[in-house]
């Protein structure tokens, strides 16, 4: 599987992390070798293995259904961007 | 004083011959000396820590002085602490402070231990490095124009040069025990739960543990004893028993099995890595241990499997940096899409965005069977080689590293051979298995050698034995780099 330069504009989208020609060239040739390593997974037969998500195979804990946390939220907003009245602010998305 | 272990230090503050005040005051001015050269801290507060070394003292006055109480340690910048920058050496945190304290920190809080500062790392843990720091390189005491290690350059970098008696770390893919390996001090990863993640930036979730960085084993598990244990915030700690993971230190190794992985004699090993490795073990065989031949066949698989679980992992994490609410925030923008993508081109270095991409890429439609769910099958292949392995033996030894520390900037232009210098680490952890790496000698340049030692699933303690006996009958931890006095 070759990579293009569309593949890395694609992801860098779905990524959301904005990059030029000259950044998406050079990440291209460096994504090219990982890959390289990437694929040597290919030559082995995984058939009938089950995948593992996590060191341990755990089940996940659950918790009573209560409230753990008092307000936080001016702690919290003290080191946002921007906040207005309790809000944090971002540009316009609906008209 | 700097050279004492924490050992030491907790024997001098309880018999009075110091006081925490005066101890992190000396470690304050050392820092004040030396970070400028090696670039170990990102954030000192002296103020601060003198405040906790005060109230360190007037505990002890009050009688109720635990063994670490008044002992300083660096944290590493992954752990969010609060009132303190926390910035997991990025652009994208320069600016954060972490309203509340990590898990490992409350605990060292708890038994007194005072903060010296935030250590330097690769950025968001993603580099074997310490070069994709925004803060700059950190410089490896031994020589300075080579590399510390990574991630946790900065907290390794700093105990070698006795700048701290110990710091934390975290260890994803080798992050504790290769920079370990290359300053020549000890450090342990434990078995992937032991530790909470709790407020500790998260990388790749399934694999990222926290863990003590020192000069000795016993240092290790004097530290190991104050970070485990249960926290109900993080959904993998896991609740069992409190252990004291100094208990088996004096326990003979005479008997003890030691598997020797044939994978671990690969090509591109050092020779005078591979010659230390050897004496190491030739020591153990004279303590009483024997030696078995063992093979962990689908270990080469582990680099490529570890670059698309840490990348997927990476790429969801740091989804969260996104200019809203908390960090750096591109100054402009168009749109909200333009904001989050400006922010995060700004804000990340390019070896995290090169990790951001390859795993937005295998996770994306098409790719997730071919590259997420085979690597988590071979992941599943390389835990089993584990635990056939360790039906013939107790501990795993090997080395930590396959050279000893490299040249500023000798790999940072290619990803790949930056990616295999934790070729020995990384399967530990996609086994969740504890791993560590204790000093065993120098090459010829007299940069140190990491021996590392592998245990099953809990046995810490028993690592800890073994590493303690080691350090018994040799001297290569009590070393200490030239111009360090």
Redesign the interface.
Known sequence: MALTLDDVRRVAHLARIAVDDAEAGAALGQLTRVFGLIEQMQAVDVSGIEPMAHAQDLVLRLRPDVVTEGDQRERFQAIAPEVDAGLYLVPKVIE | MSNATLKELSLKLATGACSSVELTHEYLNKINRLNNDLGCFITVDGERSLAQAQAADAQRSAGRAGPLTGIPLAHKDIFCTQGWLTTCGSRMLA???A?YDAHVVERCSAAGMVTLGKTNMDEFAMGSSNETSYFGPVRNPWHRETVPGGSSGGSAAAVAARLAPAATGTDTGGSIRQPAALTGICGLKP???VVSRYGMIAFAS??DQAGPMARTAEDLGLLLNVMAGFD?RD??S??RPTEDYLRDLPRSVAGLRIGLPQEFLAAGLAPDVQRAVDAAVAEYRKLGATVVDISLP?M??S???Y??LAPAEA?SNL?RF??????H?AAE??????????T??EG?GAEV??R???G???L?HGYYD??Y?????????I?QDFAAAFQKCDVIMGPTSPTTAFRLGEKSA???QM?LSDIYTIAVN???LPGMSIPCGFDGGGLPVGLQIIGNYFDEARMLNVAHQYQLATDWHLKMPPGIE
């Not at chain 2, 923008?333 to 400006?342: A, F, I, P, S």
């Not at chain 2, 769910?373 to 292949?381: F, M, T, W």
């Open positions: 600016n954060f402070v309203p078995t992937y739960g399934s694999l109900a959904s993998t896991l609740d689908n080469g698989l680099v490529p499997v670059y698309v790429s989804s996104d200019g809203v609410r908390y960090g925030r923008y168009t749109d909200l899409l333009d904001m989050y993508k400006r995060r081109a990340f965005k090169r951001i991409l390859i937005t890429y295998v994306s071919a590259y769910i085979r690597a988590q099958k071979l992941r599943r292949l835990a290619d990803p790949v990616y996609l086994a969740g």
